[in-house]
């Protein structure tokens, strides 16, 4: 395996504990008996823990050193892994702030505009559904309070 694939999952690693050490700060349980703001941060981030640890695993198993010219990352590539772990973390300290909603819609939105290469109309539409979704099937369906920031 090529460095680049084994220093990015374990900076992936490191995102997804931090993910898990931030969903401490909320409770697990509501005061009216359901389940409450971190139960699904903390279940995804558990989940997402073992898979990681498990690829940074079988990653790090494989020691190859000789690297092809297949093998080596594209410089763009590097920089598209490393602004997506910034705006992972940069998510994660603005749920606070502008609520998790606002927050995961900015995040939707400028990840499909940028990382994927859709058009602004198809991100917005796109990122305005998903978080209208999240919104009722947490709030309503669920009865779990989100973070609220800001705007919210």
Same mark, same amino acid.
């Given at each position: 395996?090529?460095?680049?694939?084994?220093?990015?999952? %374990? =900076? +992936?690693?490191?995102?997804?504990?931090?993910? !898990?050490?931030?969903?401490?700060q909320?409770? @697990?349980?509501s #005061?009216? &008996?359901?389940v409450?703001?971190?139960?699904?941060?903390?279940?995804?981030?558990?989940?997402?823990?073992?898979?990681?640890?498990?690829y940074?695993?079988?990653?790090?198993?494989?020691?190859?050193?000789?690297?092809?010219?297949?093998?080596?990352?594209?410089?763009?590539v590097?920089?598209?892994? %490393? =602004? +997506?772990?910034?705006?992972?973390?940069?998510? !994660?300290?603005?749920?606070?702030?502008?609520? @998790?909603?606002? #927050?995961? &819609?900015?995040?939707?939105?400028?990840?499909l505009?940028?990382?994927?290469?859709?058009?602004?109309?198809?991100s917005?539409?796109?990122?305005?559904?998903?978080?209208?979704?999240?919104?009722?099937i947490?709030?309503h369906?669920?009865?779990?309070?989100?973070?609220?920031g800001?705007?919210?």
């Amino acid at each position: 395996m090529a460095y680049a694939e084994r220093s990015f999952s %374990f =900076l +992936l690693l490191i995102i997804v504990a931090v993910f !898990l050490i931030a969903s401490f700060q909320y409770e @697990m349980f509501s #005061t009216v &008996g359901g389940v409450g703001g971190a139960f699904l941060p903390r279940s995804l981030a558990v989940i997402l823990l073992i898979l990681v640890g498990y690829y940074v695993w079988s990653v790090s198993r494989n020691k190859s050193t000789a690297a092809s010219a297949e093998d080596l990352p594209i410089k763009k590539v590097v920089i598209k892994q %490393f =602004l +997506l772990a910034l705006t992972f973390y940069l998510t !994660l300290f603005l749920i606070n702030k502008l609520g @998790m909603l606002t #927050t995961l &819609g900015l995040f939707l939105i400028g990840s499909l505009y940028y990382f994927e290469n859709n058009s602004w109309r198809k991100s917005i539409l796109i990122g305005t559904v998903t978080i209208i979704c999240v919104y009722f099937i947490f709030v309503h369906w669920l009865n779990i309070i989100l973070p609220s920031g800001l705007f919210i």
